[in-house]
């Protein structure tokens, strides 16, 4: 499916960084809606962070936290190999950006659980 | 969705996917099956022919054997055949590279091969295109040498191991093929973008202790199209044959021409 | 399209959120922990200036960087130039900033109760 | 078929033939010797900077700047390594003039050479040098030579037709001058008439029609093949010089016949026959570290003798010297041979002799003119620099040496000249009707024609010349030139038409044979590169002559003339009473030293 010109880890890293950073984009008015429903509606937020028992949006929501930790770490990853002359690793830091956000997606899974 | 999204990243050529790398065995006594893309700038489609198939045989070989044992009108680019002047890349099942030093094993699959003129860059005719507009664009970036002294003057002592000329050096055996150029989606999806090459030209000028130049460098790489279009998608530095890394270099760039904005004094 | 100064917006925006997601994330995981209620988030952040002054911060520079973001998706993989891109960031920018300057007032500000 | 009557006209000042170091530089130099206002253009046959052999220099350049090194001692070592046959005063230019151009290409230009540690500048020594003297940028110093001044003419208003063959120098109407030159824009296949006040041929010669050979595609002796239609003289066209190490990857790729480093064999490298047998010293007590010359002709005895590796060559073989280590201090002939499937350091690999540089040339004078009005030659296309053999080195040194020369007299000599000449029109009409002749032929590809050219030349004026064989070449050469003629190409599409420009590169190639045979032939002695089985002996040094070939009446005229030792008589120098006669240590060669990385 990934064209041949692609198919190398640090291509990887980018596309997730540009998935996750569309996927936070479209994510984050969602957001500051349910949040400001504290102003106006306060029985609708309730019923609506009631919700987060359910199964699907707990998933969704543990989708974009492991979202924002993919990007962030992909984000953190550009900017050392942009501003900290220590270069010749990105392919490591590719790796490892990808491992720790699982991990704390997995903590974030574990604790809600 | 996520298929989408890939292929929204920039236009591509029809390729042929393949993402194996491995050297396949040689088998002798048997065809390979190359399609071959034919048109010019409005166009074209793919041909197919049949190639023997040789122990040691190039990409450009196969082209060649085309050329003067099948069909004579069609066209192609080369000069050296030996990987240092840049003239012969073409996108080889999908893959932007050097014909002259690709090995037919390195790339065949199930003997097959596709064929097709470099990518974003226009089309002259069949598998020969228009290195133009990336010249221009070395030069937009400030490629050109920026003098302070002249013939009569001594040969500059330089030491090696300085950090800048080993920033220098690091970029400097670019042959300009136009791998790297081909390989990035973000040429492709911006035209004005001054690519993976120019840049690293660009950048190796600017640690050139002789070089007198480095405002208008700055300034060169800084504008509309320049480094900081750049996402470090690294396909320059992954598919460049001569295993430089332009995308090292451009965060070079960035790095530096941040710095001189936030410390103008410097 | 990115020239020097947009792409310092994004890096610094992103430098100055990373701290605070970070913090964020702590702060959800702990949260979710005990299941969420909009009378937990509240006693935590409202009337609180520095809960203020982080989500504000948070929300400047998360409106600039998306906009810058998605100004390049849509440029590279829309071909959209000019006024009509410049458009777009602003209002991207400005729709960010209001949403999440709301939701900001509706977590922190006195007396809504 | 019908003359195509679309032909574009087209005026400039200066124009200039090929970008390798010859026609970049000139580019440059007229720049700023022309009067302002004056339009210079440079065509090529392929991409500008991207073609020739400049681009392709791998061991470096001869400069006298390196540690007791002069002028003087470069100049000796160019006349003997000549066998006393260069134009001396060509030849000390070359020196002089390389310690400017060295300096203008670092200060200029922008290239940078390999340093010391210390900072100054790295000096290798070669072969048949007696002073560390050549510069270099890692082994890719053509790379680093060719992409600066590429840069540099880019950068300029300089008028670039690029895929833009020469076909013809056409003169004027009394033949006194140059009027112009007749092109192929490739890229659509039409005609195109360049007139001009000045030309500078700097399309860099290149022995192709060899079986081995080194020179990139694009060159096939089209600038020689133009000079000799229009009556000028050209030397030493017999002496062609063959580079040992050509890699052997068998008949179907173009990469057999490409420089493998001649510092294998310095580092130890072994050469090994087909029953593995390290032959070399049945020839000379140097084993593989003997020149140039002998190892060619060794290696092309066992091949003769039928000793030879699978595909008719013979084997290199570097893994007793640690497969580690020759990974290390032979990378990129390492993995050179990688990308083609041959495993260099491991393992072994076939090699053959490859021709490699013509040091013959058209006759000209010390500031390149030649003895038409307004056409210059400087290059590899000009004769008289080198003589019999050309030291490593001294090749880029003579190509960007004398196209500045060319550049800074043609920027003169254009304020001469007040108006554009007119051409010969039925010199022009005639060498349309010329290129287009295989359109009225048979179809069929010239590519055979092409083998079987560079077979002949390859067994007959080749490294082991006689009078039988030569012969015998010239008649197959006659024979292949007449079948060519009679070999057509199919005219309907031009745009981009490789089988075309194949039919006129072999066309160009025929030509050049056939002199370089009767030169070979009239030679009879054995100097330099030239050897003849029959005469094997160097003949006598104070009446050394240089052979003249020149078209007449359609007639290849061969003469020979007195070499004038205007500077220094066989058996004199010019260096200074006192002066050791070689400042390079005895070559006992540690490993990974390579002593003879000439180029
Ligand atoms: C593999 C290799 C390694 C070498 N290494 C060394 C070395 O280490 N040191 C050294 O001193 N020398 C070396 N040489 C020799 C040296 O490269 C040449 O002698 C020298 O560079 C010739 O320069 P030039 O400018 O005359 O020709 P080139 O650089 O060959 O340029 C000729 C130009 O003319 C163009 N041209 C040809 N025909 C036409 C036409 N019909 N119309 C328009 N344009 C045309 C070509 O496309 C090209 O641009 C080496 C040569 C080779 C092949
Ligand atoms: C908190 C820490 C964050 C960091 C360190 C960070 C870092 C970065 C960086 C360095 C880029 C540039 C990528 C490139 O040029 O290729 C980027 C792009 C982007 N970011 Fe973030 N970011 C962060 C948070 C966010 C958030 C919260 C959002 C959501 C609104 C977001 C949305 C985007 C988008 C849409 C892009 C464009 C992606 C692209 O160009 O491919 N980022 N980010
Ligand atoms: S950087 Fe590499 S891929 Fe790009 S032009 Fe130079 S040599 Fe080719
Ligand atoms: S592929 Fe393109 S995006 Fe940057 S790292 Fe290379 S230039
Ligand atoms: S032909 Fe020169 S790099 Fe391939």
Known sequence: MIRPHRSHPLWLAFILHRISGLALALFLPVHFWVLSLMLTDRERLDGFLLLTENAVVKLAELGLVFLLAVHIFGGLRLLAMEFLPWTSRQKTAAAAAIGVSILISGTFLLQAI | ?266 | MLDLKLYLLQRLSALVMAPLVLGHLAVIIVAVQNGLTSEEILSRTQGSFWWALLYGTFVVAVSVHAAIGLRVIVFETLKLKGFALNSLTWAIFLGLFFMGARAVWAVTAVGAT | MPLKADIDRHDTDILILGTGGAGLFAALHAQTSAPAGTKITIAVKGLIGKCGCTRMVQGGYNVALGPGDSVERHFMDTIVGGKWLPNQDMAWRLCEQAVIRVQELENEIGCYFDRKDDGTLDHKAFAGQTADRTVHKGDLTGIEIINRLMEQVLARPVEKLQEHRAIALIPTKDRSAVAGVLFVDMRTGQFRFVRTKTVLMATGGGPTMYKYHTPSGDKTMDGLAMALRIGLPLRDMEMVQFHPTGLLGGEGTKMTGTVLEEGLRGAGGHLLNGSEHRFMFDYDDKGERATRDVVSRGIYSEMRKNNSSPNGGVFISMSHLGVENVRQDFSGMVKRCADCGFDLAGSKVEVVPTAHYMMGGVVVDPDTRTAMEGLYVAGEDAGGAHGSNRLGGNGVANSTVYGGVAGDTMGLDVRKMTTLRDPDEEVLTAEMVRAEHPFSRPESHPQHLRTKLQDAMWNDVGIVRGETGLKKGITQIQEISDELMETGVAGDNLAFNLSWHDWLNLRSLCDISEVIAKAALARENSRGAHYREDFPDQGDLDTSYFTIVQNEGDMLNVSREPVEFSIVRPGETVLPEGEPETLVEAPSGPPGQPQEAAQ
């Not at chain 2, 099942?93 to 037919?104: A, S």
């Open chain 2, 1 to 266: 969705m996520l298929r989408k999204l890939i292929d929204s990243v920039g236009p591509q050529f029809e390729a042929f996917k393949s993402q194996d790398e491995g050297l396949g065995v040689t088998e002798t006594d048997k065809n390979i099956d190359v399609s071959v893309w034919r048109g010019g700038p409005d166009g074209g489609s793919f041909q197919r022919f049949e190639v023997p198939k040789q122990d040691n045989q190039t990409i450009l070989d196969v082209v060649a054997w085309i050329q003067q044992n099948d069909d004579p009108t069609l066209s192609y680019r080369f000069a050296c055949r030996v990987g240092m002047c840049g003239s012969c890349a073409m996108m080889v099942n999908g893959n932007p590279r050097w014909t002259c030093r690709t090995h037919v094993n390195k790339v065949l699959k199930n003997d097959r091969l596709e064929i097709a003129p470099l990518r974003n860059l226009p089309v002259i005719k069949d598998l020969a295109a228009d290195m133009d507009p990336f010249f221009d664009k070395w030069r937009e970036a400030g490629g050109v040498f920026h003098p302070t002294k002249s013939r009569n003057d001594p040969v500059e002592e330089i030491s090696p191991l300085e950090e800048e000329r080993q920033n220098a050096n690091a970029g400097i055996e670019c042959i300009n093929c136009g791998v790297c150029y081909a390989a990035c989606d973000v040429v492709a999806g911006n035209p004005d973008y001054l690519g993976p090459a120019a840049l690293n030209r660009a950048w190796t000028l600017l640690n050139d202790t002789r070089d007198c130049g480095s405002q208008s460098i700055l300034a060169a790489v800084s504008r509309g199209g320049g480094c900081h279009n750049c996402h470090s998608m690294g396909n320059c530095a992954h598919l460049c044959p001569n295993e430089l890394s332009p995308m090292t270099s451009i965060a070079g760039l960035k790095r530096v021409t941040a710095l001189s904005f936030l410390r103008p004094g410097n």
